[in-house]
């Protein structure tokens, strides 16, 4: 269920994305163990996104689950990336927050929400 869920918040944050004009490179990228959610694109970056996905009520925000671990994870990964693609624009990381209440669903999208101390 927590994988369907999952899933379920992917296609949702995606669609919001897209709907913003941003333009997607990669979904589901894998580095080895390492995994970021979407790779999306606009004329001035290249935006990591990590698509986090909760029911109401819940003790940790979506958000505020990216723990520290979770970020060295996407920093490292984000790397990879840029080198293996030879990007150029500079990358910024974001949360796309999914949150359901009953039949509905909430998106909070948090541009630059995760500030790497070193990629």
């Known amino acids: ?24 490179r990669e979904r589901n990228w894998r580095c080895g163990h390492l995994e970021i959610d979407l790779i999306m694109e606009d004329e001035r970056f290249i935006h990591i996104v990590e698509v986090k996905s909760r029911s ?5 925000s979506p958000a ?20 293996r693609y030879r990007i150029k624009k500079e990358i910024i990381f974001d949360i796309v ?9 909430n998106i909070e999208y948090l541009e630059g929400a995760i500030i790497p101390l070193y990629i």
Not at 56 to 60: D, F, N
Not at 97 to 105: A, G, K, L, N
């Open 97 to 105: 927050s999914v949150t359901y209440i009953e039949h509905e669903y």
């Open 64 to 83: 505020d689950s990216v723990d520290k671990t979770k970020q060295r994870h996407l920093f490292r990964a984000a790397s990879a990336y840029a080198k």
């Open 56 to 60: 109401y009520p819940y003790l940790v």
């Open 1 to 24: 269920m927590e994988r369907i869920k999952g899933k379920v918040g992917e296609d949702i944050a995606l669609e919001y994305l897209l709907e913003r004009g941003l333009k997607m």
